[in-house]
């Protein structure tokens, strides 16, 4: 395990509208605040675009990603972790899941999904957080390094 320590700073609730796509519109609200580091919990609604739901092969490296329509309006529940990219640009890593009519779907938000109606976030800034996103070359993730 790896770990670091940081310190909560301003937190921020989001109204998401209608077509806004996750992750997108949360990573470009924290660029213009200023947010390099965050946590953010996600309720609302989403319909359209795609999650990732696993591996096809659990052993293949690098992992070949099986993505899922999201057909339809679902309602969302959604938690990830907003931290920079080697690059430079902060990453929103966030899982969900998604239901509609008694069928739950959970996976990976990254690959975008479109808030239908509205959708609700609480964004907790970290500060004095050192955590990076790194390219992993064995897995082809970009994974969190704590300590940076």
Do not use: N
């Not at 580091?37 to 999650?51: K, Y």
């Not at 969302?76 to 902060?90: H, I, N, Q, T």
Request: charged share 20%; glycine share 16%; hydrophobic share 40%.
């Amino acid at each position: 395990m790896k770990a670091s320590e940081g310190r909560l700073g301003r937190v921020f609730v989001i109204r998401l509208e209608d077509g806004d796509v996750v992750p997108e519109c949360i990573e470009r609200f924290a660029a213009e605040q200023g947010v390099t580091a965050g946590v953010v919990l996600l309720i609302g609604g989403v319909g359209g675009g795609q999650v990732v739901v696993g591996p096809r092969d659990s052993q293949a490296r690098p992992p070949d990603p099986m993505l899922l329509p999201v057909d339809g309006a679902h309602e969302v529940a959604a938690v990830g972790l907003l931290v920079p990219g080697e690059d430079g640009p902060s990453i929103l890593h966030i899982h969900g899941a998604l239901g509609r009519s008694g069928q739950t779907l959970t996976g990976c938000l990254r690959p975008g999904v479109r808030t239908w109606l509205v959708g609700e976030a609480v964004l907790y800034e970290l500060l004095d957080c050192p955590a990076r996103r790194r390219h992993d070359p064995k897995s082809g993730f970009a994974l969190l390094e704590p300590a940076g």
